[in-house]
């Protein structure tokens, strides 16, 4: 069954407002009436969709993890430079897009969730891709250096989103990402 527009209207407006009010302020000292001001709706209409601000953030959580995910589907062994270029500049694009997310993430102390989740989901899907490509692989000499990739990649993409994206241009930083990426996978592919 199709939500109705509005519903999905108000939600959106209510996670904006809430992301917004992020880049300024904890979570903690966040009220309800704070998040509905921002928005543009009555305490009673905020109610009518989340129970408290901990559902507002849940739900933002969610949406950004399931958006993450989409961006790092495919991931494929054979490809690893063009996968992770793929990769990053899907999820660029979806910062892009998404102004609040892009803060959000960026600004706030309770994204750090988020970006556990990122890196969880990097882990799962190149390891996965491995053990399919090479199913005779122990699982234990794929997963750490795999973390330690995935760690590095969404720390250094942190760092220079944080710059303004002004310490390289996105096709040469995306570029050295990959090549490290493709480096650490294809060692541990060769073993």
Partial sequence: MATDKRIIKTRAAIKNAFMQLMTKTEASKISVSDIAAKALVNRSTFYLHYADVNAVIKDIDGEIAAKIEECISDFD????????????????ALLDEKEAFR????????????????????????????LAAHPDMPEADIVLPVTFTAA???????????????????????????????????????R
């Avoid at 959000?104 to 988020?114: P, R």
């Avoid at 990402?177 to 294809?186: H, S, W």
């Fill in 152 to 190: 590095g990649l969404t720390h250094s993409y942190e760092v220079w989103i944080r710059s303004g994206k002004n310490m390289k241009p996105r096709d040469e930083f995306i570029s050295e990402l990959c090549d490290v990426t493709e480096y650490v996978i294809k060692k541990v592919i060769m």
């Fill in 103 to 130: 803060n959000y993430l960026l600004f706030s102390k309770e994204a750090g969730g988020v970006m556990t989740r990122l890196k969880e989901i990097m882990v799962e899907k190149t390891t996965s891709a491995i």
């Fill in 77 to 92: 062994v054979d490809d690893v430079y063009g996968s992770t270029y793929a990769m990053l500049e899907n999820i660029s």
